[in-house]
């Protein structure tokens, strides 16, 4: 999944750093590339760290140029490909875990640890991404995007998606990981946080001898993670006044997440983008303030047309905060931010929604 970008691309570099905590000797960082279809996210990284079994967290997307250079970078450390014993996948987008079912067929004999709410998606790949594709057309649907803007998202994503299939493959999950579970390696091991909110089954990974935390996607360097937004279940509660279907409201689970990691005073954060951040506390405050500034946009918005006596939809206040001709690809993330944002905004009471006749939601300020 992509995330919100804020930074320049980054500049070459040598694909493997070695020992970056020096505490930490067996820890390495490998830089992978990303297709050039991923814009100004050119690089992933991930983390090696050796010892029984040799360990990677995450993997890269699946393509030949990101196989070549993790195996580049393991002979530089002395190993093969098919001595990977276990692969820890923070989450289940590509960029994460598109190379495990490759490392098996390299004669990699692993185990694969994802957490349990995400463990599904990694076993089942293919399908679960063109389902996710079509719920997300339910959802804008709903929250109000009409049918010709419909028929433009659809397209752009069947455009992509033969290659979006391509950089993954479902693959067997062996660990369903839960919170508090450990990673063990012999002389150490990392804790297991749950930390929803960019997907429903991030992880984070503790290595609470030196306060060291791998972030994933939940924090970065220089970027800030988009949160998903999906239908969990295929028919309403029956208690909700709406009739709304459950989702997952991934703002509103990021913004919990990352609440409790302040004031942990972590040493370094070791996240997927963006380097080491040697600054945990204001990495976390500052992903933190950018969904706070947003929400508080959002909602001088939804005031100020209450002020007009108008109701308002998701897409009508993405038409009133973002440019029309943005790409397709930015639209669909600003529209799940927003309906991200409105979750938030009903939960703390600030906005009322209802639905109108023809089934769209719309909102005003509460
Ligand atoms: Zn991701």
Known sequence: MRKVRTRARAGTASPLRRSPVPERPALHQVTLPLPSSWGSLDRVQVYVIEGDPLTLIDTGVRTDASRSILEGSLEELGYGLAEIGRVV???????????VQTLREAGAELECCVHEADADRVERYAEETRERFDATLDLFREYGVPEPRLEVISASREEHLESRLAEGEATVVDRRLREGDRVGFKHFDLRVHHSPGHTPGHLLLEDEELGLLFTGDQVMGQAIPNTENFYSA?????????????????LRALRSSLRALRGRRFRRLLPAYGGILQRPDRAIHDTLLYYDVR??????????????????????????????????????????????????LEVDGLVVAERRADGVLTFHHG
């Open 89 to 99: 996948v923070t989450h289940a987008h590509r960029d994460h875990m598109g190379l």
């Open 234 to 250: 295929p028919l309403p509660e029956p208690a909700e006044p709406l009739r709304r279907r459950p989702r997952f409201e991934g």
């Open 295 to 344: 929400l508080q946009r959002i909602e001088r918005g939804l005031k100020h047309l209450a002020a007009l006596d108008q109701d308002v939809t998701a897409f009508e206040l993405w038409k009133a905060l973002f440019r029309e001709d943005e790409s397709i690809d930015d639209m669909r993330t600003h529209l799940l931010t927003l309906i991200g944002a409105l979750d938030c």
